[in-house]
């Protein structure tokens, strides 16, 4: 596994493009809080580092929203690094695209499509 930027003075694992399996990334897709995630990283869209863990939204615990960052990283469906305090996310868009071209974007596509049609957020 490797870790954050170097920059980071706390570094966190991440899985290698290599390591990144369709199965992993996929399970971390298929809960509704961490669909909920990639959509507002993705919605964001400012890449590494554009949202910190405070600034998702997720109606949950915070052990449990604590969970979810640690299966979409682990995952690599997103890289998070250390700013100080806080613990900043951005999506893995370059790897996955590699890896499993058009998967992202045709599930936030859908992700989307389904929120609008039943009401969630």
Do not use: W
């Not at 979810?68 to 951005?90: D, M, P, W």
């Amino acid at each position: 596994m490797t870790t954050a930027a170097p920059s980071s003075t706390r570094a966190l694992d991440h899985p290698t493009r290599a390591e990144i399996r369709l199965e992993g990334v996929l399970h971390a897709l298929s809960d509704p809080m961490r669909l909920r995630v990639v959509r507002q990283l993705a919605a964001d869209d400012a890449g590494l580092g554009g949202l910190s863990c405070s600034q998702i939204d997720l109606p949950v615990t915070k052990s449990t929203s604590t969970h979810h960052f640690r299966v979409l990283r682990e995952s690599g469906v997103i890289q998070q690094i250390y700013r100080g305090t806080a613990k900043l996310n951005g999506l893995r868009r370059e790897d996955l695209e590699a890896l499993f071209p058009g998967l992202l974007d045709t599930v936030l596509t859908a992700a989307t499509a389904q929120a609008e049609r039943v009401g969630a957020p």
